[in-house]
RNA sequence: GCCCUCGUAGCUCAGACGGAUAGAGCAAGAGACUUCUAAUCUCUAGGUCGCAGGUUCGAAUCCUGCCGGGGGCGCCA
């Protein structure tokens, strides 16, 4: 029985007690929760139903909490049902009720953990949205992790993702790159708020083999033919070093195009028109101060030229066009002023401001000899996704970033990253899912069927890691469906570092397959199940970060 | 100055919607390998949940004010 099935007993239960007690039922919640207690004694489970709706029912908690206790108790799938505390209810399952779990996921397989909770809604996930001037840093490098594993989680739960990444190809920086490149190109020193670094001189020699004579243009055709050749390379080089990274994107949008098309003064238009911007001091502005803002944002500039802002306007509404309902953009916390214009410019197009969504991240420090180290773009000293890749792999860079809430900062220290210490708990999930892989050849060669889920007597998993271990599989569909709801992917990795433990733990104190055994008994069976199931849950979650579930290690 | 965010064990961090005695990994100490993979497991030690109030049956969690770290406050992009 799972825990959302649990939960539906003791409501049901809960009405048909109060109401033969002529108890208003109106006072039950829609949803009724039951937790796993952190102390074993406290049961499999347990709920704070008669505590919270106690006093609007005019009910000691704990009487209450007893009538449901004496008919749940009477229930085939409850094993025991005790008053505790203030008013708790604290549930043991029976044995195969409980292996019902297991039943589950194997049937389920690859789906188990996946929902409906955004089934067909329309996401667009934008993310990294690095600026085409230099490879991904250490801090897009985090959003491409986090962002690439909350897509595959809205996936898990019936949303339409698009994953997008904006170019921002158009204004200063991009000049600023050229000039870079033209300085690169003849040998100078890196300009004033230029970009230094191997790769610019990379890029820039690269141009010279493909165009010898660009040097020799005049200066606007030179540049023009840099930003061209340069450009291009810059962006061939950042898509694939995030997909090396396993973070592809399906639209990959270049703010150029806004401008080129005239998506942008067309929206600027239609905008004014509306009367969704107001004219004051020779300009166009967005009322973003309706959204927190410490000041309406100047959109269109008294010299009658976009400003930046209008790009992402034009941006936002060319995906309102594309059909979204959700738009989500992740951000770092130096962009978080940004909210307000954003959802801004939504309520300007007549949408709802709900439908943006910024997500916030704090950024990434890099750290060495327990000292913070500087990063410059301009001396090229920047910590890259290719460089953290080098030093750790895809998945250990993928999962380390991953596993920490976005609101905390992270501390990348290169000294110990690269040594290749199993401090990195990605291993100890991985090393359970090869473990299992392991178990399942072993018993394949020694010929012994697992068999089909109704072959199992389930109910001979009475052993107390067994049952933390059926439990702990129990909970991933609600982890997934939290991990979705909070946009928080490392809800998932902390998970599985909890199941990986249960399963650790289980197989330290549960034999599988008996030596010399060549008659599976039906324990061995129902524990190849549990074992398989479990393998099942460790895939389907690292499926979900995008890091890999190896055979064997 | 205003806004956002963080502050939990020596270190790195979990603890959404208020629940029972606040957890994990690493580091420290002591154990378990003729192994279904020891990249594992068991035990010990380690805490003023930044500080002070408030809300209530109950607060790491919610509210207010301080303290400290990080970030942001252009007709730049």
């Known amino acids: ?15 048909d007690v109060l109401s033969a007690r002529g108890v208003d039922t109106s006072v039950l919640p829609e949803t009724v929760t039951v937790e796993r207690p952190r102390n074993p004694e406290h049961g499999d489970y347990a709920t704070n139903l008669a505590m919270q709706v106690g006093k609007r029912a005019g009910v000691a908690p704990r009487e209450l909490a007893g009538w449901l206790a004496e008919s749940l108790a009477q229930r085939d799938e409850i094993s025991s049902a005790e008053v505790a505390g203030p008013g708790f209810l604290n549930l043991r399952l029976a044995a195969d009720a409980q292996g019902a779990i297991v039943r589950d996921v ?23 949205s690095a600026n085409p001037t230099g490879p991904i840093h250490l801090g897009g490098t985090r959003w491409a992790a986090v962002g690439d594993a909350l897509g595959r989680i809205l996936r898990a739960q019936g949303a339409e993702v698009t994953r997008e990444y904006y170019f921002n190809d158009a204004g200063a920086q991009i000049d600023r790159f050229v000039r870079s490149l033209v300085a690169a190109a003849r040998g100078e020193e890196v300009p004033e708020d230029g970009y230094g670094g191997a790769y610019v001189a990379e890029i820039a020699s690269e141009v010279l083999r493909r165009e010898p004579g660009a040097l020799d243009l005049p200066e606007a055709e030179r540049d023009e033919v840099f930003r061209r050749i340069g450009v291009g390379l810059m962006f061939d080089e950042i898509k694939r070093s995030l997909h090396e990274f396993r973070t592809d994107f399906d639209v990959f949008f270049h703010e150029d195009s806004l401008h080129s098309s005239g998506a942008v003064t067309e929206c600027l238009e239609q905008l004014k028109e509306s009367g969704s911007l107001y004219h004051a001091e020779g300009a166009w502005w967005l009322r973003s101060t309706e959204f927190g803002d410490d000041k ?38 130096d962009h978080h002023g940004y909210i307000p214009r954003l959802k801004a410019a939504a309520a300007a197009m007549g949408d709802d401001p709900d439908s943006v969504e910024v997500l916030i991240g704090q950024l990434v420090n890099l750290v060495r000899h327990g000292e913070p180290v500087r990063m410059s773009k301009r001396a090229g000293t920047v910590v890259t996704l290719e460089d953290l890749v080098e030093a750790v792999g895809v998945d250990a860079a993928r999962y380390s970033l991953v596993r920490s809430s976005v609101d905390s900062p992270v501390d990348i220290d290169l000294d110990l990253i690269s040594k290749h210490t199993n401090e990195n708990p990605v291993f100890y999930v991985q090393y359970a899912h090869a473990r299992l892989s392991s178990l399942q050849r072993n018993a394949a060669s020694l010929g012994i069927a697992r068999g089909g889920v109704t072959e199992a007597d389930l109910g001979l998993l009475t052993h107390e890691r067994e049952g933390d271990l059926i439990r702990t599989l129990g909970e991933f569909p609600r982890v997934v469906r939290s991990a979705a709801e909070l946009r928080e992917p490392h809800r998932v990795a902390r998970y599985l570092e909890e199941l990986a433990t249960a399963y650790h733990r289980f ?31 460790l895939a389907n979650g690292l499926s979900l970060l995008g890091v890999s579930a190896p055979q064997q290690m």
Do not use: W
């Open 106 to 128: 194997l049937t389920r397989a690859e789906e188990f953990g996946s929902g409906d909770l955004y089934a067909g809604l329309r996401v667009n996930l934008e993310f990294v």
């Open 296 to 333: 309406d944002r100047v959109v269109v500039k008294s010299d009658g030229a976009p400003a930046y802002i209008a790009g992402d306007i034009a941006y936002l509404r060319d995906k309102r066009e594309r059909g979204f309902q959700l738009c989500l953009y992740m951000l770092g916390a």
């Open 507 to 537: 197989y330290d104190s549960c034999r599988v397959l008996q030596p010399g055994d060549d008659q599976p008994g039906p324990l061995t069976i129902a524990r190849l199940q549990l074992c398989e199931a479990t393998r099942q849950v």
């Open 1 to 15: 029985m799972t825990p959302a099935a649990l939960a539906e007993l003791v409501r049901t239960t809960a009405v």
